[in-house]
């Protein structure tokens, strides 16, 4: 039984060590680390990524599937449950490290089949709506900040591009704020506002260049 952590790092500002320490500040373990770098999880299917397609090949039934959130695996809503679906049947158990859940193909009862796609489901539309809210705001950053690019931007943002996508997917899996500010090291008050307006969070990075 072999348990792998599969990372996706799609900007300069993830780093595959941050993923790495995360999984194991939450208490898991993993034989081996497979990433891609710099690969788009919306354009890009996991077969189809130079290191997803040997994560397909390597594992096995009883593996063990470790994953930062399930947009590491993709941010594509096709893609994403396809992919999830397929590794359960072939016997992989998939367990996220945000709020600590675990797929698994194991159950034959339909009932606990449905709920378990439903939420497979769930989690992966929000992963495609979360990068369709995040282009928007960035286009209208991007627009803001050439209209204004001899204005005063305003304050600069305390929070990394890094940072607000991990408040973000932490707010998806229902984290606390506490919980949140605890773990990326922003303040209750950062975290309150990336959650009341994340429009202008993002804006606000992009005013900055970031």
Do not use: C
Not at 116 to 134: C, K, P
Not at 184 to 207: C, H, M, W
């Amino acid at each position: 039984m072999t348990s792998v952590l599969y990372a996706r790092v799609s900007t300069a500002d993830q780093t595959l060590s941050h993923q790495i320490t995360q999984a194991e500040a939450a208490g898991f373990q993993f034989d081996e680390v497979v990433s891609d770098h710099g690969v788009s999880g919306v354009s890009t299917k996991l077969s189809e990524r130079p290191e997803g397609k040997r994560l397909f090949d390597m594992l096995r039934h009883g593996d063990t599937l470790v994953v930062r959130w399930v947009d590491r695996l993709g941010r594509n809503y096709d893609d994403v449950t396809d992919t999830m679906r397929l590794l359960l049947r072939k016997g992989v158990v998939i367990k996220t490290v945000i709020n600590g859940m675990t797929f698994d193909g194991s159950t034959d009862d339909p009932m606990q089949e449905a709920v378990r796609d439903a939420l497979i489901a769930f989690m992966a539309a929000m992963a495609q709506a979360e990068t369709e809210t995040r282009k928007a705001a960035q286009k209208a950053g991007i627009e803001a900040a050439k209209q204004k690019a001899d204005k005063y931007r305003g304050r600069k943002p305390t929070y990394s591009r890094d940072q607000l996508e991990q408040v973000r997917d932490m707010l998806a899996g229902s984290s606390t704020i506490s919980a949140i500010s605890k773990e990326t090291g922003l303040s209750r008050q950062t975290v309150y506002r990336i959650k009341d307006n994340p429009e202008a969070s993002e804006k606000a990075l992009s005013l900055w260049g970031k």
